[in-house]
């Protein structure tokens, strides 16, 4: 089995909103506006990266390091709220 | 130079509507007596046009609105909300069908699915054939099911909503077992608002406050049981929780409903409130509509509110409550709402509640149709 990588639910829509200058997920009846930082870890969420390679990504893309327990602790709150599904095929 | 020291917040306007709902028409082939449309819907002009309601997607959309629904009457009888749902998809919304699915056919389904609708809420009046088809004075229950299916296979989550009275109460709990049959992700336990058809018919559907606690244990129950495979949302009667409730949000805060013959309003309902002058859409921007018109600015906020409301510590959270359930028990549409034990006119709240207590009373339904409507001819 290959390793779990997240994925946006299909519950919900997630797109760059001009009016709100921020990532939304977009859901029956409902918004949540995101922050800068939930925006990009989303952004990732396509059901092909693992986990590190999320993580490694943000940090080339921000030229950071340290971030996994940042991004862990996101999508565990995220999956929590059912924004994310986990895809292990 | 005096023109560059105009204070920045001045500059700054309030945010756009985050909702558009079209209502798109008032025809429907169910014959609710719990429906919120204006008991006088008969009465209004002609629908609007394709292009119309085009130009009110564009306007809303442009204002920053994400959310469009799409809701009536029966927003399936028109021939065109393919094309709406394809330019709302198309500007970014996400995009909800709100039906009690008749006349959902494959072909249609497929259709609106290619047009990139996201969402379908499907409305259920109740768990078996007999009481289904006695609310909605029709024959639809087995199509109903049949549509929840069809709908499911076709990828959409499936979001039940199913409205809460007196007849329909005591069978929640095969409601709900029904909802898990078929599969449902979410299921909308709406208590009864009184407003338009069901303010007409509030005697015969007001339940008894022993069926009301009744329901919230078996949905207690029940969600226990289900946790996050179905979620339930159980909204509470304010009649009988005597919470007001900040209405749409706050009027003018996040909603736009458009009625079928193109009327802008804070809420579905408003077009009952006396005095005011309602922005047709076909006449005025919903950029002005929004933030200009005198009705979207009327109940703004809380500057205008009546006491006991200005002087309470709640006033932020609920804004005096619902302005036409103000209006409708009062007569004032600037009254503080009665469902609040607060206001003076609160024994009209409890005046009804001991009436739902009467046992052998004679509760007889009026049933939503053009004919009642034309015959009644009143807003409520």
């Known amino acids: ?89 | 130079m005096d023109t560059l020291l105009v204070p920045p917040a001045a500059l700054q306007r309030r945010p756009g509507p985050l909702w558009l709902l079209a209502e798109v028409t008032y025809r429907c082939p169910l014959h609710c007596a719990f429906c919120y449309n204006p008991v006088d819907f008969a009465q209004a002009g002609p629908e609007l046009s394709t292009d119309d309601w085009l130009k009110v997607i564009r306007e809303a959309r442009a204002l920053g609105a994400a959310q469009f629904g799409i809701s009536g009457g029966e927003p399936l009888l028109r021939d065109d909300i393919e094309i709406l749902v394809r330019e709302a998809r198309q500007l970014g919304f996400y995009t909800n069908l709100i039906t009690s699915g008749v006349g959902l056919t494959e072909a249609r389904l497929a259709a609106l699915k290619d047009a990139g609708l996201d969402h379908i809420q499907l409305s259920f009046q109740d768990a078996t054939r007999e009481a289904n088809d006695l609310i909605t004075n029709t024959r639809t229950f087995d199509l109903k099911r049949k549509v929840a299916a069809m709908t499911k296979a076709a990828g959409y989550p499936t979001v039940i909503n199913c409205v809460l009275h007196r007849t329909n109460i005591d069978h929640l709990d095969r409601i709900i077992e029904m909802a898990v049959e078929i599969g449902a992700e979410y299921l909308e336990l709406a208590n009864t608002q009184y407003h338009g058809w069901a303010f007409l018919n509030r005697e015969a559907l007001m339940p008894t406050a022993a069926q009301l606690a009744e329901a919230e244990a078996v949905t207690e129950r029940w969600k226990a049981r289900l946790g996050k495979k179905m979620r339930i949302l159980f909204v509470t009667p304010d009649y009988q929780t005597k919470k007001p409730k900040k209405c749409m949000n706050g009027w003018g805060e996040v909603f736009l409903s458009v009625t079928p013959d193109g009327l802008a309003l804070p809420c579905h309902t408003a077009r009952m409130l006396p005095g005011l002058e309602f922005p047709d859409v076909r006449e005025h921007g919903i950029d002005w509509i929004w933030h200009d018109s005198p009705l979207f600015n009327r109940f703004r906020g809380t500057a205008w509110l009546p006491e006991p409301c200005q002087s309470c510590e709640d006033k932020d959270k609920d804004h005096g409550g619902c302005r036409c359930q103000a209006f409708m028990l009062t007569g004032q549409a600037d009254a503080t709402d009665p469902v609040c034990p607060k206001s003076p006119d609160h024994g009209l709240i409890d005046a009804a509640l001991a009436d739902a207590e009467k046992p052998g009373t004679v509760r007889p339904l009026v049933f939503r149709d053009p004919k009642n409507s034309t015959r009644l001819a009143r807003p409520f």
């Not at chain 1, 797109?15 to 409902?30: F, R, T």
């Not at chain 1, 990504?57 to 862990?72: H, I, K, M, R, T």
């Open chain 1, 1 to 89: 089995m290959s390793p779990p990588r997240p994925a946006i639910n299909r519950l919900f829509r997630f797109q760059w909103e001009p009016a709100q200058q921020a990532h939304v997920l977009l859901y029956p009846e409902g918004m949540v506006k995101l922050n800068q930082s939930a925006g990009e870890i989303l952004k990732r969420c396509d059901g092909a990266r693992t986990v590190p390679q999320i993580v490694a990504d943000l940090e080339a893309a921000f030229n950071a390091s340290g971030l996994a327990a940042e991004v862990e602790a996101f999508l565990k709150m995220a999956d929590a709220q059912n924004w994310i599904t986990w895809n292990t095929d």
